[in-house]
C-alpha cells in the first residue's frame, strides 16, 4: 500500500510531500504532507484505508526543502562542518536532517556550528564512504572479489549459491583454505567462514554473511560487475570469461577440454573443462583460485566453473596481468570445476541477481 501510495506521489503530485514509511511495530503506513494532500494522493489514501491502517501527519519541511539543505551542506566550508560530511539524509519524520562528518573532533561542535540553520540537524561521526570492489567488497559480497585468511592466503570468491534449507552461501576453491575464516583484504571485513569442501571438486562454500548472485568483471581493481542468471555446463570450443581477483576479467578464451580430469596435489579432481587464452596471454595466476568463469547467451551471464588451477612450464606461462608481484605464477591455460557439479554435490542452488 505504502508503494501504491508513493507511486501516486512519483506522478507529479509531490509539492508539500514530507516522507511517507511504514511504522514497523503497527504495520501502519505514515504519510507526511506540508499543507493539503492533492487529490490524487487523497484518493490514495482513502483507498489505502479499506485495507490498511494510513495515518497523514503535518510534515514540518518538504522533501524539497530538506533536499536543498542537504545539496547546501555538502558545499558549506568545512570549517563549519570542522570534518568531510560522509552522508545526509531527512529524518523519518520529515522534521530535520541526520548527518555523519568524518575527521570531526567534536560532534557537539559541528552541531553548534549549524544550530543557526533554519532545519535542523543530528549529527554523528562517521568515516568516509568507499565504493566496495574487489579489493574492499561489503554484504551481500559479489564473486570475483578477493578474500583472505588474515594471515597469508589470498583467493577469489566464486558464485553465490543457497542451500536446500535457503541458507546463503559463497562458492570458492577448497585448496584456498578449508575451515578457516575470510576477510576482505583491505578494510578486513567478515567475510564468512569455509566448511570442509570436497577435494575430488576442489571446491567448499563460505557461509554466515549474505551473498549475492553477481560477479565482478573488468580489471583487478573494477567496481563494477554483472548479475547471474544461472548457470550452464562447458561446451567443446565455447568461449568463456575467467574473472580473477588478481587478473581481472578476460573473455579471449575457448574452451578446450570438458568432462576431464586432473591431478591436483595427488588427487583426482574433477569433472572440470580447460580454457586457453586464444591471444596467448596469461590470463589466470595465482590468486584467482576459486574464481568465477562465466559464460553468454541470449538470457544473459551463466555459471560454467570455478578456477581451480593453470598449466606450468614455458610453453604456457607468460606475463601476469592486474595485479602482479615477484614471483606470481600466470599461465594461458587454465582448469575450471564444473559448477553443475559442485551444485549436485553439496545440494546448492545457484544465487541469480
Known sequence: MARQ?????????????????????????ELRWKGKLPAAVDEAVRAGRRDVPVTVAESRFTLAELTAEIRRLFTAPASQLGG???????LPDASGL???????????AVTSNLRANRIPVQVTAGSAIQPAGRWDDVTPFWGG?????????????????????NAQVMITARHCGANTNWYTPLYQLYVGRSNSGSVALDAMTISEQTYQGAVFTGPFNSNSGVPIVGWASAVLN????????????????????TNMYFNLNGNVTGPAFMTEHLAGVASVGQGDSGGPTIGY????????????AVRTGQQFEGTCQGYDYTGRLCSRVALHINIGSILSHFNLTIATS
Open 84 to 90: 568531510e560530511l560522509v552522508t545526509a539524509a531527512p
Open 145 to 165: 572479489s578477493v578474500i583472505w585468511t588474515g594471515t597469508g592466503a589470498l583467493c577469489t570468491a566464486g558464485f553465490a549459491a543457497r542451500t536446500s534449507t
Open 238 to 257: 565455447d568461449v568463456a570469461c575467467t574473472s580473477g581477483g588478481f587478473s581481472g576479467n578476460d573473455c579471449n578464451t575457448r574452451i578446450t577440454e
Open 98 to 108: 541526520k548527518l555523519s562528518v568524518a575527521g570531526t573532533t567534536s560532534v557537539a
Open 297 to 308: 547467451d541470449t538470457g544473459g551471464f551463466r555459471a560454467l566453473g570455478i578456477i581451480s
Open 5 to 29: 501510495i508513493q507511486q501516486v506521489i512519483d506522478e507529479g503530485h509531490d509539492q508539500g510531500f514530507g516522507s511517507l514509511r511504514l511504522v514497523r511495530d503497527t504495520g501502519a503506513v
